[in-house]
């Protein structure tokens, strides 16, 4: 069987991978499909012919995030439980956040290119998060006459809040005991559950 | 009266100010003695009369930054009400981070000096974080067995995160409506509320 040239054949994919390297090690700034081309050792115009813009690469690297993060979430252990579910679902989020932090990063902490230029990016964002607003709607009885995205909205927040600021220096500013930041996580999930459980007050 | 020379006199002021335009205009990498000197047209070795390294001074504009976010949670409207004036607290922490995303970045965003070596920096920084766990502390029955300070972590985190998605591009990927946009704080306020409620449940 032939060689393949995996620079001609696979020159699509080696920009994806080579665009997530620049911004891992140099930073988002870096990224141009000139630098892309430069360290793959391609003519410069190689990258074109696959993407039309350094936006265009940005996009598909997200895309490709989203679809991974998705994925994650989706392979969680499942419980029959509602909220046994939502639990496991929201560790796996922090889970995924500790572990990949490049992926988290690009995802949440970046300046995305325009999502309706880039449609694929908006569908696999919106998938993922819909995979939380769908486990909500799941929940018995009603967390509140809110619907299901709001409380997603709320979720999402308060992880993602726990997320930045476990790892901002802050943090350390506070001279916390380790007891105290060890019960942090799990202290804040609970929390976060007492949210979505039914309200029964009408002023709620 | 003679003329002051403000670069004598106030050369420390004026070093601390510079510091951070430096970092707000050309970001937190670019900050150095050297380039502090260099934009205020002094000798390098000037600001090491004030400032023994980067780290000293970086602290010095991370601990005003503390400071000025204390004495803004400070000033908020006051209630009777307990709950309302963590509510009250909540509105003026989403207003600081909104008004001045410089200090808020500086504060909450930065890879900050270490804190026991910048004890001054470490006792605002805590200052900041007591004002939220003494608030807390206030409300009327319990919110649970947790103490005050591991629902400040969790109010906090909450409203950082808030912060942080309403900013951030990832947003803009899900196709919200303007209204369920313009919900998202007042709600995640009431949520954030939830979780200060009495539990009578003894299984919280």
């Known amino acids: 069987m032939a060689k393949r040239n995996p620079r001609l054949e696979d ?4 920009c994806v991978a080579e665009a997530l390297s620049i911004i891992g090690e140099t930073g ?18 190689a990258p ?7 936006d265009h690469i940005l996009a598909e690297v997200v895309s490709r995030a989203y679809s991974a993060f998705a994925a994650y979430l989706d392979q969680r252990p499942r419980h029959a439980d509602p909220h046994a579910d939502l639990h496991e679902m929201g560790l796996a989020y922090l889970s995924y956040a500790h572990d990949h932090p490049l992926h ?4 949440f902490e970046t300046q995305l290119p325009h999502p309706t230029e880039h449609p694929e990016m908006m569908r696999n964002a919106k998938h993922a998060f819909a995979l939380l607003r769908d486990a909500i709607a799941k929940l018995p009885g009603h967390p509140g006459p809110a ?3 709001m409380h ?10 726990l997320v930045a600021i476990m790892r901002c220096s802050a943090l350390d500013t ?5 007891d105290t930041l060890q019960q942090m996580i799990p202290f804040a999930m609970g929390q976060i559950g007492l949210t979505l459980e039914p309200q029964p007050r009408p002023d709620r």
């Open 152 to 161: 997603a909205l709320f979720v999402w927040a308060a992880l993602h809040g």
């Open 104 to 107: 988290y990063r690009l995802m």
């Open 174 to 178: 506070l001279g916390l005991t380790a």
């Open 147 to 149: 619907p299901p995205e």
């Open 11 to 14: 020159l699509r994919e080696a």
């Open 28 to 45: 988002l700034e870096q990224l141009s499909l000139r630098e892309v081309a430069r360290r793959l050792g391609v003519s410069h115009q």
């Open 48 to 54: 074109y012919k696959h993407f039309p813009s350094r």
